[in-house]
């Protein structure tokens, strides 16, 4: 009897716990928007993804450094790995590479990281027709 008990106990923890879901995004196509870093300015990006491939660029030459790679969505990270060659005279910090965080919401994708108390921050949409 007492295991009886012990197995109904365990059935209703088991049903009763609530399931995290982890977001699942697909990206395709143009996407405009802003790119901003903590306490510095805010500019106009454009960013073209296709299947793992990306592309874009910004209004300002190297701020943020956006040229082109490939990338993966997992959960709610976007990886990005450029394949540009770079010059040295900007702060790499600024190309668009590494692990970022991603959500998209009411047609919005956000793609954010934060290193420290620097976040930088790309806010985009699609284009209406």
């Known amino acids: 009897m007492k295991q009886l008990y012990i197995s ?3 059935a209703v923890l088991f049903f009763s716990c609530e399931k995290t879901e982890s977001a699942s995004y697909s990206l395709g196509g143009n996407y405009l ?13 454009s960013l073209f993804f ?10 300002r030459t190297n701020y ?9 969505l997992e959960d709610n990270t976007i990886q990005f790995t ?3 060659a770079w010059t040295a005279n900007f702060d790499w910090s600024l190309i668009l590479s590494g692990a970022y965080n ?4 009411d047609g919005t994708v956000r793609i954010w990281k934060t290193n420290g108390a620097i976040t930088d921050e790309y806010l985009l949409r699609q284009p209406t027709r």
């Open 8 to 10: 109904i106990l365990l």
């Open 82 to 84: 450029d394949s540009c």
């Open 50 to 59: 296709d299947q793992n491939r990306f592309e874009g660029f910004s209004s």
């Open 33 to 45: 928007g802003i790119f901003s870093r903590t306490g510095m300015d805010t500019t106009q990006v």
């Open 102 to 105: 991603i959500s998209i919401s």
């Open 64 to 72: 943020p450094a956006i040229c082109g790679g490939t990338f993966t």
